[in-house]
């Protein structure tokens, strides 16, 4: 039984606001193709890929079990598919699961998402709500978290003016960054006047539509290296799930963050998180919640948000160098692009980002209204 | 052939699915109390001591069975967080904006989501208490509670400046133009038909030259300052003394000004200057006052 797990290789197409010239199915395949020609990793039933997990949403590609739509591009015919239907970060953890107990040595680890199909995100998340109590009343992933930012805004003393930092500051590395979607750059100013939309959010404090696939390769450590000379370790992963309802929920304590979190850094033998990290990519979908989830991984004191934006908190411990998702990523596949950048900046192949030397990451992503679910993901070089 | 947009078929789709949602067994006794009784109903576990609303069946924290742990809690409560949704989508009950909050119904310690309606946007604050206001026609739904409102307040007793909040040097003024009808009513009300007030012949003769005001008239316009604004709703005016300097002629328009002096520490009473003047910032009277400021009325 294989003691770590490594990511041989990982693959993706540039982030963008409407990839109108595929569809996602050739988005991913691109992906897949990379990740083959990298790796040189086959289909063979004994030595190559067996099994492979997909990450999709039913309702952002508009048809029940998704991944049916991608199973032939993917390779899965013939072969073990299962498909997460959460963030990604739980595919990859699912994967590390399946590679740890030792029923699998290589998975093929994937994501799509067009947003820019849909019509409107908002009506595609009004469906995450239950049908009773909660859908008909118009909730959606905005509103739902525009509660979560009010209350946490009281409690840390973040206020209009941090919020306009972080965009900003996300657009600003976004630029560096070649996958990244390309955005117009902002200054704060035009972020304080952006329109709300519900407040406090405003509409520049939400992630863009985008659209992007990525493909990863996953293995058990004895054969990494017929794979690549670079192998990344998966040395934690954690997740957890809050309640559902929100009013259940006390919406500033990042109780699952904390747990999966813990989870993640007792696996990989982490005691004090707030300087083990070479790399910390958050899954921050909207301003608010770079500063939140930084509490919940234990970069900022509880609480004390808003000062660690004041101290630059996120420039000193090199946090979403990437852009983060707020520059954007689709929905449900935070996770991955987070892992994707990890690994490219352990990997040494972050170009104009790369952070010197960079030896451990961590990963986030997280699903569900306001944060319901969260996973931490460990990278080590 | 080139992937030019043109090339690029697109194909519209929509998902329309009929379908019912079973509400389970408790989700089924929550609608049909709201539906039948306009009741709220939550299910309570004396484990973890906590009443869940919505219900469930099982406690999420304990996994005890709870199902028949029925209480009633109050149509009311208080918000204990919201947004101002800006935006318009068809999935919305209302039309935008509208505030959804989270709402702890009293009774209950899980706060609901639901619509507020009836506060101005900008006023909108956690700590509201609000009432349901229930749907006139049922659906069977949450939205049988239509919205929520803001409680109504007990109206609350207005008052003037007590004692300990007046300071020397507050003032306040009240202005009013003298018209011949405020003359002849004042003649009416006092009694005083001079006709140096009310006949313009009579009046030529006299060193005025035409008809002037009742001295008290200008003067009673220090009522509303001392009894509606300083110190204000509930003051006893204890003693006025007036020195006219000059007439009011019809027409025109005094400025009656009271200003704090002197606060008697003993009896707790005020002493204030007076004065009146004219459009041409003429004076017309002086004089003092000394008022009991209102005391606060017991709760």
Not at chain 1, 64 to 92: C, F, P
Not at chain 1, 219 to 233: H, I, L, Y
Request: aromatic share 8%; charged share 25%; hydrophobic share 40%.
């Amino acid at each position: 039984m294989s003691q770590r797990v490594a990511v041989c290789a990982v693959a993706q197409i540039k982030n963008q606001a409407d990839i109108w010239y595929q569809r996602f199915q050739s988005m991913l395949f691109e992906c897949v193709e990379a990740v083959i020609r990298e790796t040189g990793v086959t289909f063979d039933m004994d030595k190559g890929i067996r099994n492979i997990v997909t990450c999709s949403d039913d309702v952002f590609d508009a048809r029940t079990i998704s991944d049916n739509g991608m199973t032939d591009v993917v390779g899965a015919h013939y072969r073990g598919e299962e498909k997460a239907a959460q963030d990604g970060a739980n595919a990859l953890g699912y994967a590390m699961a399946s590679i740890l107990s030792g029923h699998d040595d290589v998975i093929l680890v994937t994501g799509h998402c067009k947003e820019s199909q849909s019509e409107s995100r908002r009506m595609c998340t009004n469906l995450a709500f239950d049908p009773f109590y909660t859908r008909p009343l118009g909730l959606d992933y905005l509103n739902a978290a525009a509660f979560q930012a009010r209350a946490y805004m009281q409690k840390s003393g973040l206020g209009d003016g941090h919020l306009a930092e972080i965009v900003a500051r996300a657009r600003q590395n976004g630029a560096k960054n070649p996958y990244a979607r390309d955005n117009e750059p902002v200054t704060k100013e035009a972020v304080l006047k952006s329109p709300l939309l519900a407040d406090p959010i405003r509409e520049m404090h939400w992630y863009p539509v985008t659209d992007w696939a990525v493909a990863m390769l996953l293995c058990c450590e004895e054969r990494a290296r017929e794979f690549t000379d670079k192998p990344v370790w998966i040395t934690g992963f954690g997740s957890c799930m809050d309640s559902y309802f929100l009013g259940d929920r006390d919406l500033t304590a990042n109780f699952a963050l904390k747990k999966a979190a813990a989870y993640a850094f007792r696996m990989a033998g982490i005691t004090a998180p707030q300087n083990a990290f070479d790399i910390v990519e958050l899954n921050d979908s909207i301003a608010y919640q770079l500063p939140l989830w930084a509490e919940g991984v234990g970069l900022a004191e509880d609480g004390r948000g808003a000062a660690w934006i004041d101290a630059g908190g996120p420039d000193k411990q090199h946090v979403n160098l990437s852009g983060g998702m707020l520059n954007g990523n689709p929905i449900m596949l935070g996770g991955l692009a987070r892992t994707t950048e990890a690994v490219l900046q352990l990997r040494g192949e972050a170009g104009e980002r790369q952070v010197a030397d960079a030896g451990r990451a961590l990963a986030h992503g997280t699903t569900g209204p306001a944060g319901q679910h969260h996973a931490v993901i460990i990278l080590e070089r | 052939m080139t992937t030019a947009k043109d090339n690029c078929f697109t194909v519209e789709g929509k998902l329309a699915l009929p379908y019912q949602y079973f509400a389970g067994s408790t989700g089924s006794r929550f609608l049909i109390s709201l539906r039948d009784e306009k009741k709220i109903k939550g299910l309570e576990c004396k484990k973890c001591k906590k009443v869940f609303v919505p219900p469930r069946s099982t406690c999420e924290v304990c996994f005890e069975d709870i199902s028949q742990n029925w209480v009633e809690v109050k149509n009311s409560g208080v918000v204990t967080g919201f947004t101002i949704v800006r935006y318009e989508e068809p999935h919305q009950p209302v039309k935008p904006p509208y505030i959804l909050g989270l709402i702890k119904l009293d009774g209950a310690d899980t706060p609901i989501t639901h619509i507020i309606k009836g506060v101005p946007l900008t006023k909108m604050k956690t700590g509201l208490k609000v009432q349901a206001v229930f749907a006139k026609n049922t659906t069977a739904t949450i939205l049988d509670i239509d919205h929520f409102k803001p409680m109504a307040e007990k109206p609350k007793m207005e008052m003037g400046y007590t004692y300990d909040e007046l300071e020397i040097g507050m003032s306040a003024s009240f202005t009013k133009t003298i018209s011949e009808t405020d003359v002849y009513l004042f003649a009416g009300i006092s009694g005083d038909f001079n006709p140096m007030h009310l006949n313009e012949e009579f009046a030529k003769r006299t060193p005025f030259g035409t008809r002037i005001a009742h001295g008290a008239l200008p003067q009673s316009l220090i009522a509303p300052v001392l009894g509606m604004k300083l110190p204000g709703l509930g003051t006893v005016a204890l003693e006025i003394t007036v020195r006219f300097k000059a007439p009011t002629y019809f027409g025109d328009t005094i400025t009656a000004v009271g200003e704090v002096v002197e606060k008697l520490e003993k009896r707790r009473w005020v002493r204030m200057a007076l004065r009146w003047t004219n459009q041409k910032d003429e004076l017309v009277a002086e004089g003092t006052a000394l008022v009991m400021p209102p005391v606060p009325l017991p709760e």
